[in-house]
């Protein structure tokens, strides 16, 4: 390994980004790793910055500037109404305890149904175009192009695969699920039970559609350039260049 690249995984939200970093860190000296987990890399110090090898966290593209020296990078993006879907009912399932003192911002996913939700507030986690080009469909789109390593949550071991290749890490073939709504019973931000999955109508289904309208087409141009990088992983798996 490189000892002086620095890999850097851009955690988007509700895409098994925390499976990922668990599983990593098996092969990662936690001294090694940046704690900054938020969008937030603009208010360190460089020089602080630099120590560290390893950084996972929710990052902009254009946050990763403030990362000196080399780096390689890793993303995983996820079917985008899975994708909502899923944030919905993270955020449904919380304690009303855990919304009101801490996490206010989870209040209209708490509070209301998946159709007023939609219709009120749409999704009140960024989209994957807005964490990966800023809004922007034609920036996301080239963003993601020269971005080292992409995984999709729907291809979550070979995935896992291709980022630990692309890392110079250890082969790590199996991802376990984490952070998944329904399995906090003893987590007190949390409720007891999850919440009820209410039916997806066509109402329903057309609102989900027109919210995810470009992290759609920002997710089929990721399934072409993931497919491409697992054939380059499988070919170094098969001249023996990769290690199984």
């Given at each position: 390994?490189?000892?002086d690249?620095?890999?850097?995984?851009?955690?988007?939200?509700?895409?098994?980004g925390?499976?990922?970093r668990?599983?990593?860190?098996?092969?990662?000296?936690?001294?090694?790793?940046?704690?900054?987990?938020?969008?937030?890399?603009?208010?360190w110090?460089?020089?602080?910055?630099?120590?560290?090898?390893?950084?996972?966290?929710?990052?902009?593209?254009?946050?990763?500037?403030?990362?000196?020296?080399?780096k390689?990078?890793?993303?995983?993006?996820?079917?985008?109404?899975?994708?909502?879907?899923?944030?919905y009912?993270?955020?449904?399932?919380?304690?009303?305890?855990?919304?009101?003192?801490?996490?206010?911002?989870?209040?209209?996913?708490?509070?209301?149904?998946?159709?007023?939700?939609?219709?009120?507030?749409?999704?009140h986690?960024?989209?994957?175009?807005?964490?990966?080009?800023a809004?922007?469909?034609?920036?996301?789109k080239?963003?993601?192009s020269?971005?080292d390593?992409i995984?999709?949550?729907?291809?979550?071991d070979?995935?896992?695969?291709?980022?630990?290749?692309?890392?110079?890490?250890?082969?790590?073939?199996?991802?376990?699920?984490?952070?998944?709504?329904?399995?906090?019973?003893?987590?007190?931000?949390?409720e007891?039970?999850?919440?009820?999955r209410?039916?997806?109508?066509?109402e329903?289904?057309?609102?989900?559609?027109?919210?995810?309208e470009?992290?759609?087409?920002?997710?089929?141009?990721?399934?072409?350039?993931?497919?491409r990088?697992?054939?380059?992983?499988?070919?170094?798996?098969?001249?023996?260049?990769?290690?199984?």
């Open positions: 390994m490189d000892e690249l620095k890999l850097v995984f851009l955690h988007i939200p509700k895409t098994a925390t499976s990922l668990e599983t990593m860190m098996s092969s990662i000296a936690e001294a090694e790793v940046c704690p900054e987990r938020l969008d937030r890399l603009q208010q110090d460089p020089r602080e910055l630099a120590k560290y090898k390893f950084f996972f966290g929710h990052f902009s593209v254009d946050s990763l500037k403030c990362i000196p020296g080399r390689k990078t890793a993303t995983i993006l996820r079917d985008p109404r899975k994708r909502l879907l899923s944030w009912y993270f955020a449904k399932s919380h304690s009303t305890a855990h919304v009101e003192n801490v996490a206010p911002e989870l209040r209209t996913a708490k509070y209301n149904n998946l159709i007023d939700y939609l219709r009120v507030e749409g999704p986690v960024p989209t994957m175009t807005q964490m990966l080009g809004g922007d469909i034609g920036k996301a080239e963003n993601l020269i971005v390593a995984g999709l949550t729907e291809r979550a070979d995935s896992l695969a291709v980022i630990s290749w692309q890392f110079g890490l250890p082969p790590l073939r199996s991802m376990p699920k984490l952070n998944v709504t329904g399995e906090r019973v003893n987590d007190p931000a949390f007891k039970e999850p919440p009820v209410e039916p997806l109508t066509e329903i289904q057309s609102l989900i559609a027109n919210l995810t470009d992290d759609r087409y920002l997710y089929e141009h990721a399934k072409f350039i993931f497919e990088q697992f054939k380059l992983f499988t070919e170094a798996l098969i001249d023996g260049r990769v290690q199984a």
